[in-house]
């Protein structure tokens, strides 16, 4: 099997030396694991500079033979403006929270489309069915859907490797920039976070922006199932704890140690961006030693700052108050025979970071906000005496919550932190790091790729299942195959008519009353409207035609050509006036809400309300009906943006079974809702059962919309008609 690793960066640079850190790093031993079991990886991504046309085709042929991948080729003002542009001056700063730093441009999202399409055109070209295709991270938002669209089967998986943020931090974005973002995104059968609370932002977003709801983080949308879910990322814990205990690491330690002069170590390793808190940090450790001065001459802060970015002027300007700060910090208690702080502008090869690990006493990994954060991990099982502080807005604070966490805006606090770290038993700090090591043994970055492999193909297989019921409205199987009289049931709200504001808006046209009367008029054809609907409305709606009308889910029934409705069960109302006063409570909390009562059921609707707001009031609703519906006389059933509480006794299911005739039929079903499931499952297995809609359903097949069911009966007419004329 073949893997397409999709990302903004090659792991290599453009002229094939190996690019130290990042994803290229992180996933490298489960790359290997997948080769060695004889499958191919092709890494799919843009060298880092403008490649001349002429020399792309033999630059991607080197590329391919020498390193497995597959180079995009980016002009280079569009690689500025789509990198440097919407990736870095936009998404960045503010999915981490730096809102000020934020600039919305359409010529950079532009620029991000354009991008995000020539990503697609490579992609496309390698592609072969059975291919999975496993896209990274923010700068490649929209590549999913443009993929989707092209090969619906695909089988593709989504991980976001930064923080995805809150609904109110995300909704900055202006519509049309958030709206394809979200869409392109859902494109992938598996959208992966670091966090479960990053999980829950991008739902809430999904709902607030574009009325998406979730159930149990699957989403539906457009013919096609997503689901969301938290992988915290790991690392190859085997690697890094093999080579701390090796003789070769020890050797570098101990030289460390012979250079510090057995001082106590504080590391900070960070590659430079605002995001990390690297000059906030430096206040800390002042603010500690000011606050410790027994502490001055016994420990030493090495800072190793990874360069990133060096051609943007706000990095050059950070780069330049790091400076300062740390020469102002050696400058003021530094001495002849001590310098509080090591400074490393560079980085570090594995072999050298591992020990350094390993010589440190104090970890200091205090970010604004992060993602995950695999440096706290590799800290963690490269040592067993060092004790790791780290930034509750970093991602790995979910899976280390043993470490002593902190507030990066509370400078005090984290010089607390540094002195509580230092000072801590050894003891302590084994029991502490065993327990958070163990974790991370459970949950290496092996494990992390297999499950999101696994949990794509599972969902893909669901996919799959779903979309096979799907079916043109025109189909053969849709139609009768014998000459027994045909049955057709219809649920009206969402099957013939689409949802609406108001319920009285829910009008059907015209051309649709017209089609459903020439189709009742066929000798052999009995056609009944079963619906959540009262009575009355019913009756306005479908005046004078020869149809069954079943309302409120089976309460009444009014047969064809007659005037007269008869009650389907025995009633007791004696609830509706405890549960309606519960109903208009909560129609008062939610505005946009109201509650309409019927003869058997109430109905809370929620369709108008804000859509977060009323969701959570619907969930709050069902859990409290719920607890007291036992032995009360009635249900609760949630619908499409409905809560509805009916009598025991009613349902479509039943009430169904009931109407139909004790015949041989060909009998058809049609409907939305989970109410429609009830008529699915009591009618008998050889009745053509229709889903309209995307959510799961036991029915046979599936339409897309209410135009399909218009276009089955149009169908079912000329199919009839021209039956009708072969027999005359």
């Known amino acids: 099997m073949r893997l397409i690793l999709v990302s903004n960066r090659l792991p290599v640079q453009w002229d094939g030396t190996p690019n130290v850190g990042g994803l290229a790093t992180g996933i490298s031993s489960f790359l290997s694991h997948w080769k060695s079991l004889g499958n191919e990886v092709l890494w799919v991504g843009w060298p880092g500079k403008s490649i001349p046309e002429k020399e792309q085709k033999h630059y991607a042929h080197k590329m391919l033979e020498e390193h497995g991948t597959i180079p995009v080729f980016l002009k280079q003002k569009l690689a500025d403006s789509f990198y440097n542009g919407f990736c870095n001056k936009t998404i960045w700063p503010l999915f981490h929270y730096f809102t000020s730093n ?53 089988l593709l998986s989504f991980f976001l490797h930064i923080p995805f943020p809150t609904f109110e931090i995300f909704r900055l974005l202006p519509e049309r920039f958030r709206s394809k973002i979200l869409k392109g995104m859902l494109g992938a059968d598996l959208i992966g976070f670091h966090t479960q609370s990053y999980t829950q932002y991008f739902l809430r977003s999904l709902l607030r922006c574009l009325g998406i709801e979730n159930e149990r983080g699957i989403i539906y949308f457009q013919n096609h199932l997503t689901k969301t879910a938290a992988f915290p990322m790991g690392i190859n814990v085997e690697q890094f704890s093999s080579y701390a205990n090796s003789i070769e690491c020890d050797t570098i330690a101990n030289q460390i140690n012979t250079n510090h002069k057995s001082l106590k170590q504080i590391l900070s390793v960070d590659r430079l961006d605002y995001t990390k808190g690297v000059l ?82 104090v970890m200091l990994v205090t970010p604004y906000r992060d993602g995950m954060n695999l440096v706290a991990k590799e800290f963690l099982v490269s040592q067993k005496n060092g004790m790791l502080v780290l930034s509750e807005m970093a991602g790995a604070s979910a899976e280390l919550p043993e470490a002593i966490l902190v507030n990066p805006n509370d400078l005090n606090g984290m010089a607390m932190a540094i002195k509580e770290a230092i000072e801590m038993e050894e003891t302590e700090i084994r029991i502490r790091n065993q327990v958070m090591v163990s974790r991370l043994k459970e949950n290496s970055v092996m494990e992390w790729a297999k499950k999101i492999y ?52 829910a009008i059907p046209t015209k051309e649709l009353v017209n089609s459903i009367t020439k189709l009742s008029q066929f000798p052999n054809v009995s056609i009944a409207i079963i619906s959540g609907r009262d009575r009355k409305f019913l009756e306005s709606i479908f005046t004078g035609l020869p149809l069954h009308l079943v309302a409120e889910h089976g309460a009444w029934h009014r047969s064809p050509n007659e005037n007269e409705w008869n009650s389907l069960f025995h009633s007791n109302t004696d609830w509706k006036k405890e549960i309606k006063s519960h109903l208009e409570e909560f129609t008062k909390r939610v505005p946009g809400s109201f509650t309409e009562e019927k003869e058997f059921s109430l109905v809370w609707h929620f369709r108008n309300a804000d859509p977060d707001i009323g969701l959570n009031a619907a969930r709050e609703m069902l859990d409290e009906l719920s607890q007291i519906s036992s032995n009360s006389g009635f249900f609760v059933q949630r619908g499409n943006k409905i809560i509805e509480v009916r009598e025991y006794g009613t349902g479509k299911g039943k009430a169904a079974i009931k109407i139909l005739p004790d015949i041989d039929l060909e009998t058809f079903v049609f409907g939305d809702d989970t109410t429609d499931e009830d008529m699915f499952r009591e009618l008998p297995e050889k009745a053509i059962t229709v889903k309209i809609g995307k959510s799961e359903t036991i029915a046979k097949y599936r339409f897309q919309n209410t135009d399909d069911v218009h276009i ?12 009708l004329k072969y027999e005359t």
């Open 280 to 361: 906030q940090r430096l206040n800390a450790f002042e603010l500690f030693l000011k606050q410790n001065p027994n502490w001055i001459k016994c420990c030493k802060l090495v800072l190793v700052l990874v360069p990133s970015r060096t051609d943007v002027s706000s990095y050059q300007s950070m780069k330049r108050a790091i400076d300062e700060k740390v020469g102002a910090i050696n400058g003021s208690f530094g001495t002849l025979d001590w310098t509080p702080i090591l400074y490393q502008y560079k980085g570090f090869p594995f072999e050298e970071l591992v020990p350094l690990y390993k010589n440190t006493h």
């Open 712 to 723: 089955w009966i149009k169908h079912l007419i000329n199919h009839l008609t021209k039956e």
């Open 454 to 505: 696994t949990e794509t193909e599972d969902t893909a297989k669901r996919n799959q299942n779903f979309q096979t019921k799907s079916i043109a409205a025109n189909a053969e199987v849709l139609l009768p195959k014998t000459k027994k009289p045909i049955f057709i049931l219809f649920d009206y709200d969402g099957t013939l008519v689409p949802f609406q504001p108001l319920p009285h808006l």
């Open 102 to 154: 934020c600039e919305f441009s359409d010529l950079t999202f532009n620029s991000y489309e354009e991008a995000n399409e020539e990503f697609a055109k490579t992609v496309k070209e390698l592609y072969r069915p059975g291919d999975w295709v496993w896209v990274h991270d923010y700068h490649l938002f929209l590549l999913p859907g443009i993929l989707r669209s092209e090969f619906p089967n695909l």
